[in-house]
């Protein structure tokens, strides 16, 4: 299950139509779909096996909506929320005793392989959806004597929500960031669409790479009234 949606609910054809119905209904003609993070509602390896296969669709999705010629909606990006979140966490669990890589040095798969060796710790609470320890505890020396509760950190407060004090910022800023990459950029014409999809997914890249991780801002973005917007380099 993720939020009120089980899993398996989430097809590629219900997430196409999403995107349609956010300009049928809204006017919507650049929509960022954000990649579903691991939360207390994974509760085996399966299921995080599903929530791959959505965020594969997700990416399917928005690289080949360029090529579709029948819809309001021009642009479509991805949000790499879950990415952001297995850097928030492997940086908690690392900073509570794991034994986990450095986020900034791992790929995809890597997550993929390291995270069962420990996200599957949890508070014994007695309930269905019990929060991962990597995620929600900001310590774990008094885990020897009990499981069912612990000091919790000011990242995520449940296993599902973020604390928006701490960690929305980023979410923000890679928003504004992704639809610049859009509407901040010099106009293409026609015979240059496959130039223009080539430089928006450099510039999705480094929007993502910047904010939905824990790489340390740049201090040009801070205090230098920078646009949030980005730009491919090449």
Known sequence: ???WMKSNEITHDRLVEAVELSHE?????TVVLM???????????????????INADIRDIAQGWHLRNSTGVKYV????????LNHII?????HIGYNVSA??????????????TFLYDRLETGKQWRPSI?????????????KAKCHRNYLISDGMHICPETLAARYGVAVACLLGCVYNRKSGVDNQQQHDEIDLRACERE????????????????????????FATS
């Open 103 to 116: 986020p900034l040095t791992m790929t995809e798969e890597m997550f993929d392989l390291e995270g069962p």
């Open 134 to 146: 990597a995620q929600v505890c900001s310590e774990q020396n008094w885990l020897r004597t009990e």
């Open 35 to 53: 990649t579903i993070p691991f939360s207390n509602n994974v509760l085996t390896v399966e299921d995080m096996n599903v929530v791959n296969r």
């Open 207 to 230: 929007c993502n790479e910047q904010f939905m991780s824990v790489m340390p801002v740049d201090d040009s973005w801070i205090d230098s009234n920078t646009e949030l917007a980005s």
């Open 25 to 29: 209904l809204l006017g919507a003609e």
């Open 77 to 84: 990006l991805v949000q790499e929320y879950g990415a952001y």
């Open 90 to 94: 492997w940086s908690n669990a690392k």
């Open 1 to 3: 299950m993720h939020g």
